[in-house]
């Protein structure tokens, strides 16, 4: 028989059982999970040509990955993904110095662009009905 160490000692004092806490038992679905809409909706961003260059393959032989938009009027998290945008990989990066994350915010990146303010979310918004049309329709 092996002796108890002291990691496995029982509590010598019990949990506390918080009565302010709701327990009813159900779990929400985390924001970042994808429902079926959103995920045929990034499927189809990944089908699509970058919104700014409009072409699939960068100067660096990357393609396009989906752009989650860091500002948007009524954005829910962090990786909303009904706010997205496809850019191409270069267009995307941190160490690159043209890329929405390299110039740190997505107003720099349509200055540098040469983009009207607020391209991008009204690229999403765009994009966004256009899958909701698809989705309805087939």
């Known amino acids: 028989m092996l002796r108890p160490t ?67 009027p009524g954005k829910r998290c962090r990786r909303d993904h009904l706010w997205t945008v496809p850019l191409l990989d270069e267009l995307h990066r941190n160490d690159s110095k043209i890329g929405v994350h390299g110039l740190g915010t997505e107003a720099k990146f349509e200055e540098h662009h040469n983009l009207a303010p607020g391209f991008l979310v009204a690229e999403a918004v765009r994009l966004r009905e256009e899958s909701l049309a698809m989705r309805r329709v087939g």
């Open 6 to 72: 002291p990691l496995s000692r029982k509590r010598a004092v019990p949990r506390k059982v918080h009565p302010e806490r709701v327990q009813h038992g159900r779990i929400k679905r985390p924001i970042t999970d994808r429902n079926a809409f959103e995920t045929f909706h990034m499927g189809r961003l990944k089908q699509l040509p970058c919104c700014v260059s409009k072409r699939f393959v960068g100067s660096d032989g990357r393609g396009v990955v989906v752009h989650h938009l860091l500002k948007a």
